[in-house]
């Protein structure tokens, strides 16, 4: 496994927290990495593994307290689980998308991870993506790494997977 | 009486907010952390009109918990809809093939859901 320079990725990540987002009805500003907000504002962080044949790594979803709060659907309940339902449906969505490229993984149930000084490495090969979002900020990142020779290819996926938010009867 | 409904999820908050959607449709609900707790809920009661199901949880997921119930027969009176992050057709065709009826990529919405119920639940 090794450690690409695969923009493409970066920009799936960045479509699907987007819309993640979006579908709970909140708007997400892209911002600069260094408007990262300071680890003392962060509330929890949702990390999700997977793994793959072609890929393997973890998603890490941090936000601050207001985006959870305006999206959370149980207003009394945990930040923490919220958060890591977030995270869930967010590798969901990659998962979705990378099938699309013939990309399949695995993915691990999301754990929550609370602290002070937590924060990305200001790698350049696997940037954060920083939204603004509801006064607050949501930061999301992938870590991971690929087998030799793998570049993401459009169209050479498998079958299209179901859309979020479809309901199909058997 | 209210029909009661087995929702099996590892998220709380998911947990609720179905609780929600199902109040307020005059359901009642049971609920399970995992599929082995529901497993264990599906054995034990015959009062069930139908089971929501997430699939990737820990102990035991969705779809083991899902071919056990079926390898029990237990599926012709108990309907199981898929609840989950996943959209691999692979995964949707293993629900299918154990006999699942149906497949509900999440986030969902309440009057989607609760339009399935209305369809499938039993009793």
Sequence with gaps: MRNPDNRPIDDLVFDCCRELFSAYELETQPRSRDEFPTTDELAVCGVMGFGGKLMRGALVLVATREPLERTNPDSLGSQRDWVCELANQLMGRIKNRLLGFGVEILLATPAGLSGVNLSPTQSQLRAPQVFSAADGFVCVWLDYECAPGFELREGSGVEAAIPEGETLLF | ?123
Excluded: H
């Design chain 2, 1 to 123: 009486m209210a029909k009661k409904i087995l929702i099996i999820d590892d998220s709380a908050t998911i947990r609720q907010q179905v609780r929600a959607a199902l109040t307020g449709a005059s359901y009642e609900m049971v609920e399970a952390a995992d599929g082995a707790e529901g497993l264990e809920v599906i054995t034990g009661r015959d009062d069930l009109a139908m089971v929501l199901c997430d699939v990737n949880m820990p102990r035991m997921g969705g779809l083991e918990m899902l071919e056990l119930v079926s390898a029990r027969g237990m599926l012709a009176k108990l309907p199981i809809v898929m609840l989950t992050t996943e959209g691999q057709p692979a995964l949707v065709q293993r629900a299918k093939a154990a006999g699942a009826k149906g497949w509900i990529v999440k986030p969902f919405k309440p009057e989607l859901l609760i339009a399935t119920i209305r369809k499938l639940a039993v009793m």
